[in-house]
């Protein structure tokens, strides 16, 4: 399988609107409103002890929301020529992961909670785990989409 040409500028963070009074906050994600792919997989991260990584992959096809739905951490970004970090601290922020990237999480707050809104279902085969294989398979030609 081909490695998509992306880059870690590709990558944005949207600020998902939250509704707020003096019971709490909500905010909400909708598929193809708020989001532009549908979401088929959540998952969430939590209990991380202190000084762990997660992450340390690509993905071929996978898009995806990364939230600091509690707490905060690093999302570490590489697209094989740039490295990218974006500290999420916040539930209505939410970073959007474009295909054929490596990522780390790393940093991680105590008690905090890592949202992820996937447009896959989870395949082994769309992961790459090693960050030699990685740099192998990305094309060179990352600025150009
Ligand atoms: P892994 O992808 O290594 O976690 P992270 O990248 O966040 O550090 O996943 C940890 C384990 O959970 C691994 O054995 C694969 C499994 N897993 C599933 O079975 N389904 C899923 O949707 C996810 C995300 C992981």
């Given at each position: 399988m081909k490695?998509?040409?992306?880059?870690?500028?590709?990558?944005?963070?949207?600020?998902?609107s939250k509704t707020h009074n003096e019971a709490?906050?909500?905010?909400?994600v909708e598929n193809n409103k708020s989001i532009p792919f549908e979401v088929k997989r959540i998952y969430y991260l939590y209990d991380v002890p202190g000084g762990e990584l997660r992450g340390g992959h690509a993905h071929y096809e996978l898009e995806q929301y990364i939230i600091a739905a509690s707490g905060s951490f690093d999302v570490a970004l590489y697209?094989?020529?740039?490295?990218?970090t974006v500290t999420l601290n916040r539930p209505n922020l939410a970073l959007h992961v474009v295909p054929g990237l490596w990522r780390e999480?790393?940093?991680?707050?105590?008690?905090?909670?890592t949202m992820v809104l996937a447009s896959e279902v989870y395949k082994e085969k769309d992961y790459i785990r090693s960050y030699q294989e990685f740099l192998n398979?990305?094309?060179n030609?990352?600025?150009?989409?």
């Open positions: 490695l998509n040409k992306s880059n870690v500028f590709q990558c944005s963070i949207i600020d998902i709490g906050s909500i905010s909400i697209d094989g020529k740039d490295k990218r999480l790393n940093n991680f707050s105590s008690g905090s909670v398979k990305k094309p030609d990352t600025s150009i989409i």
